[in-house]
């Protein structure tokens, strides 16, 4: 079945360090990926999305690149700010309408001024 | 910009109570989900909901569940006889469909506490 593995957290960072958090998938067919983030007592809010191979999707400085070579749909940010504290989910979708999401375990992002 | 609502935001109910998390998906979409989150675990599929019909479901989701869109606008999940387990966050989800995209519009969330 499809799955979604991330990096094991928490992960601290200073204010505009660089920022990763892998994550890899397992999935037959050519899935859609997603990064949503949750803050402190709020849902989950879509950050970014890419629905084919090679596809980059991108917001709020935050950006990630489908690999299907890798199987990998990594985040990344060029320089934190403290207000990026949150919990980050990677998920995914089969390529029909309707699917369900898939969510990954999530990885807290805590960023110090 | 259009948003989805979930009501109550929290909801305290003893073990063996029926309850009722309603949620109010955005107008345009044509599908519907129920996820929930156990505290410090990894958000969960539930059910997804399309044409006044369930279109998917997970093995969470047994006998003790169902759900409804009783007007056209809500879409509630309804838990028959709530166990000490239910207790977690739950988030109602809807989406546009193809062509407009497959991603998912989550609400707030409603927490169940069962005690």
Redesign the interface.
């Known amino acids: 079945g499809n799955s979604v593995t991330q990096m094991e957290g928490p992960v601290t960072l200073s204010e505009e360090a660089f920022l990763t958090i892998n994550c890899t998938y397992t999935a037959t067919g050519y899935p ?1 990926l ?1 990064w ?1 983030v949750q803050y402190p007592g ?5 950050l970014l ?1 890419a ?1 084919k191979a090679d596809d980059k999707g991108s917001n709020k400085g935050f950006e990630a690149t489908y690999r299907k070579e890798t199987t990998s749909f990594h985040l990344e940010k060029g320089s934190v700010q403290v207000s990026d504290s949150a919990v980050y ?1 990677c ?1 995914l ?1 089969r ?12 990885t807290q992002l805590t960023v110090n001024p | 910009e259009p948003e989805v609502t979930q009501t109550p935001s929290h909801q305290v109910t003893q073990m063996g109570q029926e309850v009722i998390l309603r949620c109010v998906p955005i107008s345009n979409h ?2 519907f ?1 129920w ?1 929930r989150q156990i505290l410090g675990q ?4 539930l059910v ?1 909901f ?1 044409n006044n019909e369930i ?2 479901k ?1 093995e969470i989701f047994d006998d003790q569940f169902s759900v409804e869109r009783p007007d056209g606008s809500n879409f509630t999940l309804k838990i028959r006889s709530t166990k000490l387990e239910d207790s977690a966050m739950y ?1 109602c ?1 809807s ?1 546009p ?2 062509p407009l995209g ?8 409603t927490r169940l506490t069962v005690t």
């Not at chain 2, 990894?42 to 599929?45: G, Q, T």
């Not at chain 2, 497959?102 to 969330?109: A, K, L, S, T």
Request: charged share 20%; glycine share 14%.
């Open positions: 859609s997603f949503y709020e849902g989950l809010q879509l999305k629905t989910f998920a979708s390529e029909t309408s309707g699917s369900r999401l898939t969510f990954g375990e999530g | 044509l599908y989900y996820y990894k958000v969960e599929f997804s399309y279109s998917e997970s988030f989800a989406s469909g193809h497959y991603e998912q519009y989550f609400g707030p969330g």
